[in-house]
Nanobody, 122 residues
């Protein structure tokens, strides 16, 4: 069982930045594909960014087209943390953001955090 806790959400003006953090309790995330998803009321949860293992010490990052070149996903040196740096935020980025861990595919996670609200004002 992997327990994930997100933090770092909040209210920011359009054009601003936020950094979301995800911490796994009592477990390293090195062997999991990690991802961030987001959801707005009335819509399906959507993939935002993911990091998957490509080799012994290599991870690949994938992004939704809507956030490419604005958001960056990274893994912390502590090996139980994942971050989402969000720059040049837009009002349409407003959503609840979820951290997720996957045994196989980052697009189909096995574990979810509780979510953190991000609100971007225009």
């Amino acid at each position: 069982q992997v327990q994930l806790v997100e933090s770092g959400g909040g209210l920011v003006q359009a054009g601003g930045s936020l950094r979301l953090s995800c911490v796994a309790s009592g477990r390293t995330l090195s062997n999991y594909a990690m991802a961030w998803f987001r959801q707005v009321p009335g819509k399906d949860r959507e993939f935002v960014a993911g990091t998957r293992r490509g080799g012994a010490m290599t991870y690949y990052a994938d992004y939704a087209d809507s956030v490419k070149n604005r958001f960056t996903i990274s893994r912390g040196s502590a090996k139980n943390t994942v971050y989402l740096q969000m720059n040049r935020l837009k009002p349409e980025d407003t959503a609840v953001y979820y951290c997720a861990a996957a045994v196989t595919s980052q697009y189909h996670p096995d574990y979810w955090g509780q979510g953190t609200q991000v609100t971007v004002s225009s």
